[in-house]
């Protein structure tokens, strides 16, 4: 079946500018996930969804982020007034609910660039 | 702050040998895993190991859990110059489902 889909791929925007990243799960994953990956900081854990519980959001890094997850299915990761430092690859990662099924599923990822 | 550290690794090595990376943390997990990343994109999910488990295979990967030394190793045996990637370790915790990531071991396989 299809995997977890993000798009776009490659998103490249000026400083102070607002971006969408999104983020297609794989049907029936009732838990998502996004994660962003840079030079400086490694692979960090940004949010998660998981049905129709309050996300968790203790990963965010500003209140420039936000992120929603519609219908318990797309998500969509918002940075408002982008800086240089937001520059990452953005990942987004699918899981069934029920342990011990805590595989998670990754997109391709969103490289992000801010110029 | 991420949970998982892996020994800051670079191996290279022949096509047909073994490869070993290790992995620290430092707090109570739920499990563990081990992903590769070919390409610095999408992240593939290799091997989960329970808390409760010291041992795990899946094909030519071997995982240990050292729960008292809180540390994990994982072992690629005959490597093949398609496992040429970087390999990191996640954890979770009870109750929550997010990973934490280790900074990722680079493997060269060189055929």
């Known amino acids: 079946g299809a995997g977890v889909s993000q798009s776009p791929s490659n998103k490249v925007t000026e400083k102070g500018k607002d971006v969408e990243l999104r983020c297609d799960p794989i049907s029936g994953h009732t838990a998502l996930y996004w994660y962003r990956q840079s030079l400086g900081q490694g692979l960090e854990f940004l949010i998660y969804?998981?049905?129709?519980?309050?996300?968790?959001k203790s990963g965010l890094p500003s209140d420039r982020f936000s992120a929603e997850r519609t219908g318990g299915s797309v998500s969509t990761l918002t940075i408002q007034r982008t800086q240089q430092e937001d520059s990452a690859v953005y990942l987004c990662?699918?899981?069934?609910?029920?342990?011990?099924?805590?595989?998670?599923?990754f997109g391709p990822g969103t490289r992000l660039t801010v110029l | 702050s991420q949970q998982g550290e892996e020994d800051p690794q670079a191996l290279s090595i022949q096509e047909g040998e073994n490869a070993t990376m290790n992995c620290s943390y430092k707090?109570?997990?739920?499990?563990l895993q081990w992903y590769r990343q070919n390409s610095g994109r999408g992240l593939v999910h290799l091997i989960l190991?329970?808390?409760?488990?010291r041992e795990k295979h899946s094909g030519r990967l071997r995982v240990t859990l050292d729960t008292s030394k809180k540390s994990s190793s994982l072992l690629i045996t005959a490597s093949r110059a398609a496992d040429t990637a970087s390999y990191f370790c996640a954890t979770t915790r009870l109750r929550n489902n997010r990973l934490a990531f280790g900074k990722g071991n680079q493997v060269v396989v060189i055929p």
């Open positions: 969804f998981q049905g129709n519980s309050a996300p968790d």
């Open positions: 190991i329970r808390s409760n488990e």
């Open positions: 990662a699918s899981s069934r609910r029920d342990p011990p099924y805590n595989e998670q599923f």
């Open positions: 707090t109570s997990i739920n499990n």
